[in-house]
């Protein structure tokens, strides 16, 4: 009995609870800010929130003030690549797990606490999501894929990683083996890089569709053309990754969309930009919230004329701006349709920087013609739904203790997302790039 009570005793006093008091509260599942808020936290998960005159506060807690800060859940990027680049050459040998732990803990400063990796990851990121899973992380959580799946000779992903597969049979075991090393949803992608490339056949999409499904998990696709966009939609695909880029979305691929339940994962305004925003001095290569992510050769790189001269001269590159306005019109037309989306930014690759590019993309969303709300939403309890993660992407009882604490309120302006005071990830503050 004495020995009993004892431990009961040391398991109470080695709780770890913290209140955080006199914020405005936006909770993450869309509506108004709520003024003198309150939160009160156990061991990283949220015990209580609401109005700090009814917080009960324990008294072994220890209390932070954040009188005049407007609180948020963790920002959730839907669609990211991890480890594979440094400087601005990607390759499959860079895939280490210091290089992981490297990108995740930026996402993490810039107050991306969750991220989900589409396809470019090696095994090794199943070892250190469960890691975190078993834990109280540090850097961002992590959601992925594992390796994506690309058609024999066709486009996407990062080549000795990705799993080429040629026909309906091959897709099929691909996709019961990624969901048996725990894959959280399955990605493929569907493409022929402006018909420079053979493109996934149907029957390889629908074996990889059903093959997700009879796992259990949901298929999200890269897509380019609407046809395409049909196509998948038909076959029961769950959501994509990119925007329509071809042609503009009818009312209806809108219905059939809604009707099955497809959603648009990411839009990835931020990555259509980045294609042709780096043919000239692009404005952010001045601004410091930019370059605190990226590194001093990166930098150089993008800000020397010969490099503008290289990438504005590609053939490509009178295309890309149109590629890009369309993304954000059909973006804004899914967005009035009612069609759940996520703020995703497909950042990683060269050129498409960690946690600067999340903050980018709300602000092109606004651009497109959403609300502040809208695109906050889309990156916290709309990301979280997306991706079918429990605990995570809003501030009520039971979810995990991810925030950021701003020192502006981002539904007054989306730039207010990047004043950032702090990030918590499990009730713990975590470097940020807060001054
Ligand atoms: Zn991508």
């Not at 834990?135 to 690309?150: D, E």
């Not at 998990?217 to 196509?231: G, S, V």
């Not at 219905?255 to 692009?282: C, I, N, P, W």
């Not at 920087?353 to 092109?364: I, N, P, Q, R």
Request: aromatic share 8%; proline share 6%.
């Amino acid at each position: 009995m004495g020995a009993a009570l004892a431990l009961t005793g040391a398991s109470a006093a080695s709780a770890e609870t913290i209140a955080v008091t006199n914020f405005t509260l936006i909770d993450g599942r869309g509506g108004a800010a709520v003024p003198n808020s309150s939160m009160i936290i156990t061991d990283g998960r949220i015990i209580w929130v609401g109005p700090a005159s009814q917080a009960r506060t324990p008294p072994d807690a220890v209390v932070v003030d954040l009188t005049g800060k407007f609180v948020t859940p963790g920002f959730i990027d839907t669609h990211i690549h991890l480890g594979n680049t440094h400087d601005l050459v990607q390759k499959e040998e860079f895939f280490t797990r210091e290089n992981v732990e490297k990108d995740l803990s930026t996402y993490a400063a810039y107050g991306f606490t969750s991220v989900a990796i589409m396809g470019t990851d090696k095994d090794l990121i199943f070892s250190v999501r469960k890691q975190q899973r078993a834990s109280r992380p540090t850097m961002a959580r992590l959601y992925t894929s594992g390796q994506g799946i690309v058609f024999h000779g066709g486009y996407g992903g990062v080549p000795g990683i990705n799993t080429p597969v040629a026909t309906p049979r091959e897709a099929a075991a691909v996709v019961d083996a990624q969901a048996a090393k725990g894959a959280d949803y399955i990605k493929f992608w569907l493409d022929d890089e402006l018909h420079s490339m053979p493109k996934m056949p149907p029957q390889i999409s629908q074996a990889v569709i059903d093959a997700a499904h009879r796992n259990g998990l949901k298929a999200f696709a890269h897509i380019f053309y609407l046809e395409d966009a049909r196509r998948l939609t038909d076959q029961g695909i769950d959501g994509f990754v990119h925007s329509v880029r071809d042609a503009d979305i009818d009312p209806a691929l809108l219905r059939d969309m809604k009707a099955k339940g497809t959603v648009q994962v990411a839009a990835t305004l931020s990555r259509e930009a980045a294609m042709f925003a780096y043919g000239r001095h692009a404005p952010q290569l001045d601004d410091p919230f930019f370059r605190q992510s990226t590194s001093p050769e990166t930098l150089r790189q993008l800000d020397s004329p010969e490099r503008q001269k290289q990438v504005s001269s590609a053939p490509v590159f009178p295309e890309l701006p149109k590629f890009f306005e369309r993304a954000k019109a059909n973006f804004k037309k899914l967005a009035d349709a009612g069609l759940p989306f996520g703020a995703g930014t497909d950042s990683g690759p060269p050129g498409r920087v960690a946690g600067y590019s999340g903050h980018w993309e709300m602000e092109l969303m606004v651009a497109a013609g959403v609300t502040p709300a809208q695109a906050l939403h889309a990156a916290t309890g709309g990301a979280a739904k997306i991706l079918g993660a429990q605990d995570i992407g809003t501030l009520e009882r039971a979810k995990w203790a991810d925030f950021v604490v701003l020192d502006a309120d981002p539904l007054q302006n989306i730039l207010n997302t990047r004043k950032i005071s702090a990030v918590y990830i499990a009730g713990r503050r975590v470097p940020s790039v807060a001054p």
